[in-house]
């Protein structure tokens, strides 16, 4: 950029997709249509439990959500069906034709159980589910069956996978990064790439739910892992992404300006797509009972759609307003050149320090000129 011979933007705008404002719609809605799960993961977020919890959205409660959803505009939120395990909600099908209706995109978070076929597969797709999501956790059956807490597990969702390309449903993996599970990641890439995989999403850890149990990677870890992810994504047959983990942009953007890209060529590469989104800002999170999130691993309620509309409660709660307005974080997050890129994990900021403004304590980057406050 001129004026920055060091290459580094002196501030970087904000990036979405062509014809969307984030503080009108989020690109997504997480919905926990119930805690019920099969499973008992070791880093639930959801603390699911094998029965459904009291107080579930009803199917008409359901559909109001849905109309709440369709009342953001076009274009409109694409909606994820998550849990806990959605297929124990006996009205599924009912919610993706709805949704479908619409005109909402609707994908969907299963938990491998005996719950999830090759059948099942195929008649999701049918009814008009756009992708699912698989975890996988662990190159091994001794790994990710650890993990989830069910023998039998790993085995499972390979074969789930090869359903899913089967039927012709595309399939995001999902795969937990912690202090003890980061050494897997170079077996678990060659792994998928055997599989037929749209997308790799690494979720690293936020101390919530069962997972403070497990430990995160150190920042420097991290930091290596996200240049390393760099290098995969430039060769692997699928996408990458990371999930409150910002600072990959940080780690993209940089790489792609070193290699003569100016900004304007970096928010016209793939990557951008996903520059800007973080905790309350182009994604919101509705809980089985209604309650309503920045994200999943924010459990900071701005309201309850059983009172308040779901496009009032993301547009007007002062703490959503708060988290679309990087110039408003303290500490390095809000010092920092790339934060309209980037952002940091509001979600790990409150969860080590009871602050949604604060420092991403897992980003151990300086910005030129700003403070070195906020850290870990």
């Not at 920055?4 to 984030?22: F, L, Q």
């Not at 369709?70 to 909606?79: I, K, L, N, T, Y």
């Not at 420097?220 to 992810?229: I, P, S, T, V």
């Not at 016209?268 to 994604?283: E, K, L, T």
Request: hydrophobic share 40%; proline share 7%; glycine share 10%.
């Amino acid at each position: 950029m001129p004026g920055h011979p060091s290459g580094a933007p002196a501030r970087i705008g904000s990036v979405r997709p062509e014809g969307w404002t984030y503080a009108r719609a989020p690109m997504i809605v997480y919905w926990e249509l119930t805690n019920a799960c099969g499973l008992a993961c070791s880093h639930c977020r959801a603390t699911a439990l094998p029965d459904p919890a009291p107080g579930e959205l009803d199917t008409a409660e359901a559909i109001a959500v849905l109309d709440s959803i369709a009342a953001f505009g076009d274009p409109s939120p694409h909606v994820v069906l998550t849990g806990g395990d959605p297929l124990r909600r006996a009205d599924l099908r009912t919610l993706i034709h709805a949704a479908t209706d619409r005109g909402i995109g609707v994908s969907l978070a299963p938990a491998v159980t005996p719950l999830l076929t090759r059948d099942r597969l195929a008649e999701l797709r049918d009814d008009g589910i756009a992708a699912i999501s698989l975890s996988l956790d662990g190159a091994t059956a001794a790994s990710h069956d650890g993990l989830r807490g069910v023998p039998g597990t790993f085995a499972a969702t390979l074969e789930a996978l090869g359903w899913a390309a089967e039927v012709g449903l595309p399939v995001q993996v999902n795969t937990l990064v912690t202090a003890t599970t980061a050494e897997e990641l170079p077996a678990i890439r060659d792994l998928l790439t055997e599989q037929v995989v749209m997308r790799w999403s690494l979720f690293f850890l936020i101390s919530v739910g069962r997972g403070t149990t497990l430990a995160e990677v150190t920042p420097g870890e991290a930091e290596r892992l996200m240049r390393w992810l760099w290098d995969v994504a430039r060769t692997a047959p699928f996408q990458v992404k990371t999930t409150e983990a910002m600072m990959y942009r940080r780690v993209a953007a940089a790489a792609l300006r070193r290699a003569g890209l100016d900004d304007a060529a970096i928010e016209r590469h793939p990557i951008s797509r996903g520059f800007g989104i973080r905790d309350g800002n182009g994604i919101v999170f509705l809980a089985h009972d209604g309650s309503v999130t920045p994200s999943g691993f924010l459990p900071v309620s701005i309201g309850n759609v059983r009172r308040t509309d779901l496009v009032t409660l993301y547009r007007q709660a002062p703490l959503m307003q708060a988290l679309r307005d990087p110039d408003g974080f303290t500490g390095r997050c809000g010092a920092c050149e790339y934060r309209q890129w980037c952002g940091g994990s509001r979600a790990r900021a409150y969860a080590w320090t009871g602050d949604p403004l604060a420092t991403d304590p897992l980003c151990p980057y300086v910005p030129r000129g700003g403070p070195l406050a906020g850290g870990r």
